[in-house]
Nanobody, 117 residues
Framework: QVQFVESGGGLVQPGGSLRLSCAAP????????MGWYRQAPGKERELVARILTDERTNYIDSVKDRFTITRDNGRRTVHLQMNSLKPDDTAVYYCNRAPPSHPPLPWGQGTQVTVSS
């Protein structure tokens, strides 16, 4: 069974940066659209960014020009570079396959991102 392992979260001040990583040993990322999701307290999980098999990327408006999603198919990893972080970015971040590669597979534990002064 595929298991996603997310890492790289932490506590950062507003304006700071973090780089999240996602690994899924044994999974062939190259044939999938992959995405980063987040879930803030009391809110539903939302898709923040996705990268298609042809490397095209999409972002929600609130993170455009601040977040960058990349993939390394050879290492079976997906990354999310987050810059100019804001308190509203505070959430648990998860990776999983994203539309049109759907539905999501079982969720990993995620990685906590807290933006606070």
């Amino acid at each position: 069974q595929v298991q996603f392992v997310e890492s790289g979260g932490g506590l950062v001040q507003p304006g700071g940066s973090l780089r999240l990583s996602c690994a899924a040993p044994g999974m062939d990322f190259s044939i999938l659209t992959m995405g980063w999701y987040r879930q803030a307290p009391g809110k539903e999980r939302e898709l923040v960014a996705r990268i298609l098999t042809d490397e095209r990327t999409n972002y929600i408006d609130s993170v455009k020009d601040r977040f960058t999603i990349t993939r390394d198919n050879g290492r079976r990893t997906v990354h999310l570079q987050m810059n100019s972080l804001k308190p509203d970015d505070t959430a648990v971040y998860y990776c999983n396959r994203a539309p049109p590669s759907h539905p999501p597979l079982p969720w990993g534990q995620g990685t906590q991102v807290t933006v606070s002064s």
